[in-house]
T-cell receptor, first 113, second 113 residues
């Protein structure tokens, strides 16, 4: 257990509304990630963070923004949700030997109507 | 985005049987990870592999990645009903702090009691 929680765990929203998902970790990990998981596409990286206020884009970052003002929290914002952003979102951290091991949170299931 | 190829895609086995699944890549990775994901949950790290050719075990699980560093296998011995789930491999590229994680397409395991 890497001490990762995500909130909310489930959310239904309407197209065009902003949505923020929260990832919280309790073990002071430096590297944090946001992924989405979709059938046929597997896990795809949206954004990641390598420290407070240090973030970078992943392969599917369009329509998403992130913020990290504290080590323990990494927020993912959908600025104007679209139906194509219906997915399961996972937060992850890097830890372990050489920080090569990645540990995932429980996920947030987001439905955009 | 790039995904690693896993085989088989799915498999039904009888309780007590041994299971083997593979992951192949066109790229070289210095670290390989194996995960299990249950429905509605995040992936859980089972085994991390750091040395090519070296067998690593975790209970009934055994894994290894090849000396070419382009493939890996996971074996489960004496399967039990709770082994049901989706198993993912991941290749880790880059250096500490700049890692990229490439995930497999998944093997869905179903165990018949």
């Amino acid at each position: 257990d890497a001490g990762i929680t995500q909130s909310p765990r489930h959310k239904v929203t309407e197209t065009g509304t902003p949505v923020t998902l929260r990832c919280h970790q309790t073990e002071n990990h430096r590297y944090m990630y946001w992924y989405r998981q979709d059938p046929g596409h597997g896990l795809r990286l949206i954004h990641y963070s390598y420290g407070v206020k240090d973030t970078d884009k992943g392969e599917v970052s369009d329509g998403y923004s992130v913020s990290r003002s504290k080590t323990e929290d990494f927020l993912l914002t959908l600025e104007s949700a679209t139906s194509s952003q219906t997915s399961v979102y996972f937060c992850a951290i890097s830890a372990g030997a050489q920080l090569g091991e990645q540990f995932f949170g429980p996920g947030t299931r987001l439905t955009v109507l | 985005g790039q995904q690693l190829n896993q085989s088989p895609q799915s498999m039904f086995i009888q309780e007590g049987e041994d299971v083997s699944m593979n992951c192949t890549s066109s790229s070289i990775f210095n670290t390989w990870l194996w995960y299990k994901q249950d429905p509605g949950e995040g992936p859980v790290l089972l085994i991390a592999l750091y040395k090519a050719g070296e067998l690593t075990s975790n209970g009934r699980l055994t894994a290894q990645f090849g000396i070419t560093r382009k493939d890996s296998f996971l074996n489960i011995s004496a399967s039990i009903p709770s082994d049901v789930g989706i198993y993912f491999c991941a290749g880790v590229a880059g250096a500490s702090g700049t890692y990229k994680y490439i995930f497999g397409t998944g093997t869905r395991l179903k165990v018949l009691a």
